[in-house]
């Protein structure tokens, strides 16, 4: 048979495993938003999740425009990330670190923890102590 014949195929074969390499990856990793706050009406955000190969769960939450704690009225100290799974109910992962851009006053904050239960959703709120055990009244943001 003539080998002119197969590249075409080879060449369709190797693309099509590219692809669902790709697609396998990516399927591994699941990105939740934040909806829009009724406290921080700017503020934005999302957390990524993704499954570790020893089986836990690596979380990185991202946001934007999320005004600095101690402006808000009354004001506050920290943003504390909320974490709610099957397993546990409600688990404070840790405080938002909040950072502005060396070009840019866009507020930016980010969280990265792991857990060893599954995250079913995520809320951001407003607190005086970063090691609360129990979320303040206000909600600043939710996930959908």
Not at 6 to 28: D, E, G, Q, R
Not at 117 to 133: C, R, V
Request: glycine share 4%; net charge positive; hydrophobic share 35%.
């Amino acid at each position: 048979m003539n080998s002119y014949l197969f590249k075409p195929l080879y060449s369709l074969l190797i693309l099509s495993f590219a692809v669902l390499a790709v697609f396998s990856f990516s399927s591994c990793a699941r990105k939740m938003t934040f909806a829009t706050s009724r406290i921080v009406p700017a503020a934005t955000g999302t957390v990524k999740i993704k499954k570790t190969k020893n089986g836990n769960y690596y979380i990185n939450v991202k946001t934007k425009h999320l005004a600095q704690a101690n402006k808000l009225s009354p004001p506050r100290r920290v943003y504390v990330v909320w974490m709610e799974s099957e397993q546990n109910p409600v688990r404070n992962i840790g405080m938002i670190k909040s950072s502005t851009g060396i070009f840019s006053s866009t507020l930016k904050g980010s969280l990265e923890a792991t857990s060893t239960s599954k995250p079913t959703s995520f809320f951001i709120t407003a607190e005086d102590d970063g090691n609360t055990q129990y979320p303040g009244n206000e909600v600043v943001l939710r996930t959908r």
